[in-house]
């Protein structure tokens, strides 16, 4: 045995078996991550081989050139090995710098406090080619990262035929996510993995009881199933049931009153009066403790459009006023705004709809709302959500509008800013109910325009989180307020015919004749030497 490990092949093969351990544990470590134990046994396995060799070859330097190279190649080790555990900790805690405009690869805010606010616990299984792609593991590793409770788990396809089977998986690279209690029959298979539909679907699985939003019609209301004209609510409605709410339409004529399958109602932009027995049934319902968003027009020409809704919300102590905002900020301005289309910058700080609200929102042709301070009861908290800035008022004399340039006049009815364009308001009105509780408590948001959240607007920057948060406020669902993923703007660059010739001139002439006269002037100072 001696003899043999003095010959030349007992270390032949010692650094082959190093080597090879080595190549194992790097190839390992990045093409099979899901396996981390056979990486670490073959990093144990590299490590003691190393320590063999060093051990075989202690008595052989001795000389000082020995002993340097030695040195140097242990202190090369070191090194790679520091790197080594900078990467792996780099790999295990990854920090990402996201310069989209639209921050569309960090996970949002929405995602974040879902699973920071998880305590059940919920298993991710995919079911797919293995090892899983890159953009899957990755998207799946940073769910798991933020919360404890979230579990990944990979499944060859073509292993675990039976187990896709009773998933009800049927396309390859699907996702089965199901919560890991009993009785739970809460589960959701994923065709396409993304950020938007694994949120929405552990929106879904999460929420014990689906909510019913109850769209109010037959006064010219938005149409909640229109996705095409501009003028629809049809992404609002999508928006809506992503969070898992189911969305109807009532009509008040035919119903005779709120449906009891109604956790909450919503006004949407009626062109004709309501009549004075709906408005009455509207007010019995908010009386009891009801939930209602309320989102206006202007009508520039012509008669109010919502007269008993409006006397309705004075009750309320909300006032509407039949006044266009006109907002001449410079910076909208410089920036090719409309007067018309107010940008929202201002939030209010306190409420839970806006405390966390940082992006602007696009109020197009809005009018002027207030709050009602005189004799407000104890029991009924009004707050403002969103103001104009500075610049604004709130334009009286809409009759001339189209014979001269609006400007703000201190002598008439006009109305100076900031000014209020989103209202919420909750309680009641009986004082001797001021200690009711929260589930009684009536809840109201009124807006001053509903074109905010039309197909038009709703990806205008936060113009559909802001109504989406209204909603969830109204129906008590404060946990899913929240900023949502911005989708993905296409990239595009615009060049004049003159950019195109500058490139072309730089990147096809300039460039590849420098690079030439360059070795050129090299090799001719070469031959003079």
């Not at 001797?432 to 074109?451: A, H, L």
Request: glycine share 6%; proline share 4%; charged share 20%.
């Amino acid at each position: 045995m001696n003899k043999f490990k003095n010959s030349k092949y007992y270390t032949f093969i010692l650094w082959s078996l190093l080597g090879l351990f080595f190549l194992f544990s790097l190839f390992s470590f990045v093409f099979f991550p899901t396996i981390p134990r056979f990486s670490l046994f073959c990093a144990v396995i590299f490590v003691l081989i190393l320590g063999t060799l060093i051990t075989h070859y202690r008595k052989n330097i001795s000389s000082r050139t020995a002993a340097f190279g030695t040195y140097s190649f242990l202190l090369s080790l070191i090194v790679l090995g520091i790197i080594g555990i900078v990467n792996y900790f780099a790999f295990k805690n990854p920090v990402q710098w996201d310069l989209t405009s639209n921050k569309i690869h960090t996970l949002s805010d929405q995602t974040q406090k879902i699973l920071k606010n998880l305590d059940k616990n919920v298993t991710a299984s995919f079911f797919g080619s293995f090892p899983a792609p890159e953009e899957i593991t990755s998207i799946l590793n940073n769910y798991k990262s933020l919360s404890s409770h979230f579990k990944v788990e990979y499944s060859d396809s073509k292993k675990e035929i039976e187990l896709m089977q009773i998933a009800g998986i049927k396309k390859e690279n699907s996702l089965y996510l199901h919560l890991d209690q009993e009785g739970a029959n809460n589960s959701a298979v994923l065709e396409e993995v993304n950020e938007e539909k694994l949120t929405n679907a552990l929106i879904k699985i999460l929420k014990e009881k689906k909510q019913t939003l109850c769209i109010i019609s037959g006064h010219g209301e938005k149409d909640f199933e229109d996705s095409s004209s501009p003028k629809g609510y049809g992404a609002a409605k999508k928006g809506l049931e992503s969070q898992a709410y189911s969305v109807n339409t009532i009509n008040l004529i035919q119903e005779g009153k709120i449906p009891s399958t109604c956790d909450g109602i919503a006004i949407i932009g009626p062109e004709k009066p309501f009549f004075e027995p709906e408005a009455k049934i509207i007010d019995s319902y908010l009386q009891a403790g009801g939930k209602a968003l309320f989102a206006f027009d202007i009508i520039i020409k012509g008669n109010e459009t919502s007269p008993h809704l409006i006397k309705l919300l004075k009750n309320w102590h909300i006032d509407v006023f039949h006044k266009l905002l006109i907002d001449l900020n410079p910076l909208a301005q410089l920036m090719g705004g409309s007067p018309l289309v107010p940008l929202l910058r201002t939030f209010s700080p306190e409420h839970p709809i806006t405390k966390d609200f940082k992006t602007q929102v696009a109020f197009p042709v809005t009018r002027a709302l207030d709050i009602i301070p005189a004799n407000l009861p104890k029991s009924l908290k009004i707050s403002w959500l969103a103001k104009t800035t500075q610049y604004s008022w709130a334009e009286s004399e809409l009759n001339t509008l189209d014979k001269k340039q609006p400007k703000f006049d201190d002598n008439s009815a006009d109305i100076k800013g900031p000014i209020a364009v989103a209202i919420a308001a909750e309680g009641s009105l009986d004082e001797t109910k001021e200690k009711k509780k929260d589930q009684d408590k009536t809840r109201i948001v009124v807006f001053g325009t509903s074109m905010f959240a039309n197909n038009q607007f709703s990806n205008n920057a936060g113009n559909l989180d802001f109504f989406i948060n209204s909603i969830n406020w109204i129906l008590k669902d404060e946990s899913s307020i929240s900023i949502r993923k911005n989708e993905e703007d296409p990239a595009k660059i615009v060049m004049t015919g003159q950019d195109a010739r500058s490139i072309f001139w730089i990147s096809v002439i300039f460039l590849p004749l420098s690079i030439a006269a360059a070795g050129i002037g090299m090799w001719i100072r070469r031959r003079r030497l």
